[in-house]
Structures are given as structure tokens and as C-alpha cells.
């Protein structure tokens, strides 16, 4: 019946269960789950050995130095010969001044960039823009180090002339550019799937293009856009090259943005280039600063999840 | 209303009767002001001719039903007199929608001006994410209206004005999306009279709505007609019948035929109109 009128001698059927009795296939089907398994695992483990190691070398550190001077001591002195002093929060504020700075620059423009590409832009000029500032994010940061240093630190100097060579101000400004288009990119995405029939129904009431983007979309999209900028601001925290370059070697303990300062990963790195021989203190330091960043940008991480699933508002 | 009509055609004396009370009813409404004076309007998406020389004169407090087959340019109409449809990038218009005797065409006319005279209910309840007290105050706020009394009056007097102040007078502060789409739909009505507009725009109001909501959304159009102008879309001819007191048909961008809508559903002029209205098409 099936073979009626397609002029052939098989039938569409008799041709499916031909194929399926083929043994070959059964056991691929069989295979791929174990092979994707195995591939996915390979990921994961990669990151439980990290941590694994991450942990397990903090826990030699604070062997040699205790955790409440670590913690809480205003002062990072690891290389001072005979009395090194581990005290973290120098590094720890560094790193927040370069986050903080980041942000200021960051969170206005990528979130006006949004809206201007999500409710003003036309398609033609969203299809120009947006890949534009896509490069921006592919821009390698040792690049964006060297902007730091050889063009934004002298410009700033002109406008603020006790201003350091080495300064927070100019990377901190600086790793705000580079995370504005994480911002603009993911903001925009959540401004432009709030529906139109929820924008229609503003401006039916006579509500201008700008009340509608601030008052309807921005409301409504609010949940993605705290997600953007709390994912930003992490990447910011975890940023390297950029503030290694031009933020400096000097751990400080104060608010000052105009002098040379060390954040965490700063740190690392000097470490990491000079020569720390295997089993000193310092080797160990590099790792609980490493655990510490850890747990900041796990807290970020966890913080945009969250706030990304409490605030999101139904519609 | 069907039925009545049913009764009607059977029945010489009943239509003797009624056509008598279509003449006087034909002369009240020329005592009435038009709000919507619509004369050789046109409008193209791109190259396609969608509404071809619209002449219509829509007269205030009254309900008005648009109706048609899908596609005949009775959704595009009703967004013109708002001027929502230009939300289309593609759209082009010629000849004249005059509301209140000024041509909303005209480059001067500011389109929130006109929307906040003309206010709008869409096909698919469309409220906002936020609190169904925030839903409401949104258009007073947004023209400037501040004051917390003047408001919370305000969102009482238009949730009671759409008939669901009893059902969400305890929850103001909960948010809208939480309501049934019948309960949404009445405060998309609520949030369009908290302007108190001239106009109200319904396009398809009902069509997303179960029968029970519909009836109410229908009840309210009628208790609505004393103090406001409704022009309504709608698929459902039965409901045109049910609430409206004038009834325009669109064909292919047309109008075919404009009259009361006693008259339309039981003697139409044009054989188009009859074919559509007893279900021969469309």
C-alpha cells in the first residue's frame, strides 16, 4: 500500500527497517553517550584538579604564615628579607580600585550603548555596530596594557599632572573599556527580548521613545543587565595584563588613584616571571592569592546566577 | 441580537418596526460630532496597497466595529488612527485622518498628543512587568501626574472603571503577569482609561480570551460607550452584532460597507457584505 504510486519496487518502510537492521548504527547509538561523557568529564576534572591543587597548596601557605595576618593585615611586604609581611587587603584593594574605576567607565556607556542599539538604532546601523564592538572584546589585553601605559597614562598626566607613571587610575579606566562591550553586547541582548507588544502598550499611551526605553524596557530588562555588569565586573576583578603593565608593583593601603598600586593578579605575575624558588613562602603566597581572587569571582559568578534567576521579571 | 435578527426576517412587521428605528437612529447620529473624519486615506507597506481611498466618519460615544476577513487592512486602519502603524518603517500615507476636525497627518501633529487623546487595547494582553498599581499609574506618571492621592484616586477610579477593582483591590502590588489573561486584558482597559482618553482603540480585544472574559471585556465596552469613543476590531461577527452600533466592512483594503450595524446585519446594500456576514467567506 505504502509502494502505491511511487513506481518502485520497495516500499518507503521496507527501506527504513533495512537501514535499521544495520548493526553499525545500533552501536554508535550505543557508543556516543560513554564518548560524550567521557570528553565532558575531561572539562570538568581539568577544573576540580585546579581547585584541587589551588587548595591544597593555600593550605601549605598558611602552615607558614597565619590566616588572620594574612587576612586582615594592612600590609604586603613578602619580598623584605628577614620579616616578610603577608597581609592581603593592599592587594585585595588594589584590585577593587581597578574594578571600582572600571565600572564608573563601564556601566553608564555599555549600558547607553544598549539602549541606543536595542531602541534607537536602526537594523543597518545594529549591523555595523554591534560586530564593532565585538573586536573590541576580541582586542588581546596585553594590547590594551600598552594603550594603558603609552597612551592614556600620558594623557591623564596632562589633565592631572601629579599623576604616576604607574598609577590605578589609567588601567582601571582602561579594563573598563575592554569589558563595555561585555556590558553594551549582553544588556542589549536582554533590552531587545523584552516583546514589543510591551512596548506598543507604552507608547500607545503617548509615552515618548525615551520614556518608553528608560521607564518600560529598562525596568523589564533589568534582571539581564545586573547579570552583564556583575559578569563584567568579575572579569574586571580577574583582569591581568592590563593592570601588570600599568598599574604598577607597589602593594598600598589607601584610596589613592593616582599612585602606583598591586592587585592580585598583578602580584602573581611578578612572582610568576621572577625567580621565587619552589618551596619558599613566596612560591606558596602566589597560591593563596590565586585562591582568594578564586573566591571573589566565584562570588561574582554566583551573584549574577542569582540575580539573573530572583529578578527576572515575567512576561 | 442574532437571534432577534432571525426573528426579524421571518417576521414583515418586525422589519416594518425596525427600519423605522433605523431612520431615527441614522438622525441622531448626524446630530453627533465625528472624531474620526477619515477622507481618500491610503497606505502602502513598501509596494503593497494595503488600505485604498478610506472615507469614513466615525461619530463620538459610540461603539464603531471594524470587520473583515484577515488581511483586509481592518488592523492597519485602526493603528493609523493612532498612528501606531508607523512603529513600520516601511509605511507611506496619502489623503487625510482628521481627529476632532485636525489632520493627525499633518508633520505638526505630535504623535503624543494624539496617543494620549487616543488610547489603545491590543489583540494580546500586553501589561507591563511591573505591579498592577505601577500598570495603572504608568500614564499619569508619565504625563506628569506625581502626587501619591491623586493617584492612588486614580488607580481605583480606572481599575472600577474596567470592572476588576473587586478582584485585584487586595493584590495591587503584586505583579501583573500573575493575573488570568482575561484579568490582564481588563488592566490593559484600566491602565488606557487612567488617561481618561477621548478614544479607545480595541484591536481584536477578545480574540485571546476565553468566553467567560469575553463577555465581561463585551459588558464593559458597552458600559464604556457613555463616556467614551470605541472603535473595535473584531473576527467575531456575532460580537460586532452584540456591541456595536455602527459596523464598517473591509475588503481587500476597502470599505465596503458603513452603516449602523442593525442595518448592515440584516438588509446590507452591497452582496459582498451579505456573503461575508452569513459565512459564505472569510
Redesign the interface.
Known amino acids: 500500500m505504502a509502494s502505491q504510486g511511487l513506481g518502485r519496487e520497495h516500499s518507503v518502510q521496507d527501506l527504513i527497517a533495512k537501514s535499521r537492521d544495520k548493526k553499525g548504527k545500533r552501536f554508535v547509538e550505543k557508543l556516543m553517550p560513554i564518548v560524550l561523557v567521557t570528553i565532558a568529564l575531561i572539562s570538568v576534572l581539568t577544573t576540580v584538579g585546579i581547585l584541587f591543587t589551588l587548595i591544597f597548596e593555600t593550605f601549605e601557605f598558611f602552615q607558614r604564615v597565619s590566616i588572620t595576618d594574612y587576612l586582615f593585615g594592612t600590609e604586603w611586604l613578602p619580598f623584605s628579607g628577614s620579616e616578610p609581611l603577608f597581609g592581603v587587603l593592599p592587594l585585595v584593594l588594589g584590585t577593587l580600585k581597578i574594578a571600582v574605576i572600571a565600572a564608573c567607565v563601564a556601566v553608564p556607556l555599555g549600558i547607553a550603548a544598549a539602549i541606543y542599539l536595542s531602541e534607537y538604532a ?1 537594523d543597518k546601523t545594529r549591523r555595523i555596530i554591534k560586530p564593532v564592538l565585538e573586536v573590541l572584546a576580541g582586542v588581546p589585553t596585553i594590547v590594551y596594557g600598552f594603550f594603558a601605559l603609552t597612551f592614556v597614562t600620558p594623557m591623564l598626566q596632562e589633565l592631572i599632572p601629579s599623576l604616576k607613571i604607574f598609577n590605578a587610575l589609567s588601567p582601571g579606566i582602561v579594563v573598563g573599556i575592554m569589558i563595555l562591550p561585555m556590558i553594551a553586547s549582553l544588556s542589549e541582548d536582554a533590552m531587545s527580548s523584552v ?1 514589543n ?2 512596548r ?9 521613545k525615551l ?1 518608553v526605553s528608560l ?2 524596557v529598562l ?2 530588562a533589568l534582571s539581564g543587565i545586573i547579570a552583564s555588569v556583575v559578569l563584567a565586573v568579575s572579569r574586571a576583578i580577574g583582569e591581568t595584563m592590563i593592570v601588570s603593565l600599568a598599574g604598577g608593583a607597589t602593594p598600598t593601603f589607601d584610596l589613592n588613584v593616582t599612585g602606583s598600586i598591586q592587585t592580585m593578579t598583578a602580584y602573581i605575575v611578578q612572582v610568576s616571571s621572577g625567580d621565587a624558588g619552589y618551596g619558599t613562602t613566596i612560591y606558596y603566597s602566589i597560591y593563596a592569592v590565586g585562591f582568594t581572587l578564586f573566591i571573589f569571582t566565584l562570588i561574582m559568578n554566583l551573584l549574577a546566577q542569582y540575580i539573573s534567576k530572583r529578578f527576572r ?3 | 441580537m442574532v437571534e432577534l435578527k432571525n426573528k426579524m426576517t421571518n417576521n414583515e412587521n418586525h422589519i416594518n418596526k425596525s427600519s423605522s428605528q433605523f431612520a431615527g437612529e441614522t438622525n441622531n447620529a448626524t446630530d453627533k460630532n465625528s472624531v474620526f473624519l477619515t477622507k481618500n486615506f491610503n497606505l502602502w507597506y513598501g509596494d503593497h496597497h494595503a488600505l485604498k481611498d478610506i472615507n469614513l466618519d466615525i461619530k463620538e460615544n459610540e461603539v464603531t466595529a471594524i470587520i473583515g476577513p484577515s488581511g483586509c487592512g481592518k488592523s492597519t486602519y485602526i493603528k493609523a488612527l493612532n498612528r501606531m502603524v508607523e512603529l513600520v518603517p516601511i509605511v507611506k500615507t496619502n489623503g487625510e485622518i482628521n481627529y476632532r476636525g485636525r489632520n493627525i497627518l499633518d508633520s505638526s501633529y505630535e504623535v503624543e498628543e494624539l496617543r494620549t487623546r487616543v488610547g489603545m487595547v491590543f489583540q494580546k494582553p500586553n501589561p507591563f512587568p511591573k505591579s498592577i498599581y505601577d500598570n495603572i499609574a504608568y500614564g499619569p506618571r508619565i504625563h506628569g501626574i506625581k502626587n501619591k492621592k491623586i493617584l492612588d484616586e486614580i488607580v481605583e477610579k480606572s481599575l472600577r472603571g474596567a470592572a476588576i477593582w473587586d478582584e485585584v483591590k487586595d493584590r495591587l502590588n503584586q505583579n501583573a503577569y500573575g493575573l488570568s489573561g482575561g484579568q490582564q486584558q481588563r488592566i490593559c482597559i484600566a491602565r488606557c482609561l487612567a488617561i481618561e482618553p477621548d478614544v479607545i482603540l480595541m484591536d481584536e480585544p477578545t480574540s485571546a480570551l476565553d468566553p467567560i472574559s469575553t463577555l465581561k471585556v463585551e459588558e464593559l465596552v458597552q458600559e464604556l460607550k457613555d463616556n467614551y469613543s470605541i472603535i473595535i476590531v473584531t473576527h467575531n461577527m456575532q460580537q460586532a452584532a452584540r456591541i456595536s452600533d455602527k459596523t464598517a466592512f473591509f475588503l481587500n483594503g476597502e470599505v465596503v460597507e458603513f452603516d449602523n450595524t442593525d442595518k448592515i446585519f440584516s438588509t446590507p446594500r452591497d452582496q459582498r457584505t451579505e456573503d461575508y456576514i452569513s459565512g459564505r467567506f472569510g
Open positions: 536602526t516583546p507588544s510591551i506598543e502598550g507604552a507608547l500607545a499611551l503617548g509615552a515618548t520614556e521607564k518600560v525596568p523589564a521579571e515575567e512576561y
